[in-house]
């Protein structure tokens, strides 16, 4: 009884620490946008945070990543694709497109519970 109420608790902790991780995700990368950098697609799918995004000057990529990189809750991040894109109007600077992955971590992950094997079942006497 003791092991399945221990499973039983430590799943309800399990979901109860999930709970708030994409709250803590969308404020993490909300801060670590640097100037002149925007994002046009953000998705959480399992463990996998996917940002796309668009900027006007190139070094802001690397800075962007560093500060997710610096997050708690963001595992390292990689540079899925860069490209170029060309200016339609005349007076509209290049841009540059990316797209950004990384895993996510979850600091509030329970500890998994250790569950105690026992060697004999115990039988009742009958009197």
Excluded: C
């Excluded at 009884?1 to 979901?15: F, G, H, Q, V």
């Excluded at 997050?71 to 007076?91: D, M």
């Excluded at 600091?107 to 079942?121: A, C, D, L, W």
């Amino acid at each position: 009884r003791r092991n399945e109420l221990s499973k039983k608790n430590y799943a309800i902790e399990e979901l109860r620490s999930q709970r708030t991780i994409p709250v803590h995700i969308l404020h993490e990368v909300s801060r670590a946008l640097p100037e002149y950098l925007w994002l046009t697609n953000v998705t959480l799918k399992g463990a996998v945070l996917s940002v796309d995004g668009e900027t006007l000057q190139e070094q802001a990529i690397p800075t962007f990543m560093k500060s997710l990189d610096a997050s708690q809750f963001i595992g390292t991040p990689r540079l899925i694709e860069t490209k170029q894109k060309t200016a339609s109007g005349a007076n509209t600077n290049p841009s540059t497109t990316f797209k950004v992955a990384a895993a996510i971590t979850n600091p509030f992950k329970p500890k998994t519970p250790e569950i105690k094997e026992t060697g004999s079942k115990k039988t009742r006497r009958s009197s």
